[in-house]
T-cell receptor
């Protein structure tokens, strides 16, 4: 089946540190891949996406590259800010399908 | 409208009462999802509508839960005889696709349901 796996546990880091959140997936064919973000007290927002292999999605200083060889879509940001504190969800939609599959999410806490 | 609209934004109900949650998707979006998010947890899939096809109800937790959607318009999620464990934020999302590629879902702000 189609599934998304995110690294376990919350991520706590200092302002201006480098952030990586790992995401790997299992899917048939070529899924579309997404990162969603949920800021405290707010709804889910699409952060970035990539729809084919080797595509790089980017937004607000965040980047993720669609790696088919490693079935990964890791999220990175070079210098985080306190305002980046949120929960980040990796997700996929299989090719030819509308069924959205989410990872469990990672809480990111950025300390001043 | 410009986004996915959900109503009410907050609902407090007594245990045993029925509630109805509403979702207005983005115009032209053929697919619509309902998810549930309990406090501090991830998203739990409930039901999925795609155009006029039969909905995927495999995520509904019990027969107290049901949902309807007419064509590609408004959807309602109904919870009968609410229980305290139904307390959660109920999220609706809609999406579009071009050919076989889905360009991602837009989520509403959710309905926060509290059963007392």
């Amino acid at each position: 089946g189609n599934s998304v796996t995110q690294m376990e546990g919350p991520v706590t880091l200092s302002e201006e540190a480098f952030l990586t959140i790992n995401c790997t997936y299992t899917a048939t064919g070529y899924p579309s891949l997404f990162w969603y973000v949920q800021y405290p007290g707010e709804g889910l927002q699409l952060l970035l996406k990539a729809t084919k292999a080797d595509d790089k999605g980017s937004n607000k200083g965040f980047e993720a590259t669609y790696r088919k060889e490693t079935t990964s879509f890791h999220l990175e940001k070079g210098s985080v800010q306190v305002s980046d504190s949120a929960v980040y969800f990796c997700a996929l939609i299989p090719y030819g399908n509308n069924r959205l599959a989410f990872g469990k999410g990672n809480q990111v806490v950025v300390i001043p | 409208g410009a986004g996915v609209s959900q109503s009410p934004s907050n609902k407090v109900t007594e245990k045993g009462k029925d509630v109805e949650l509403r979702c207005d998707p983005i115009s032209g979006h053929t697919a619509l999802y309902w998810y549930r998010q309990r406090l501090g947890q991830g998203l739990e899939f409930l039901i999925y509508f795609q155009g006029n096809s039969a909905p995927d109800k495999s995520g509904l937790p019990s027969d107290r839960f049901s949902a309807e959607r007419t064509g590609e318009s408004v959807s309602t999620l109904t919870i009968q005889r609410t229980q305290q464990e139904d307390s959660a934020v109920y999220l609706c999302a809609s999406s579009y696709r071009v050919g076989q590629t889905n360009y991602g879902y837009t989520f509403g702000s959710g309905t926060r349901l509290t059963v007392v």
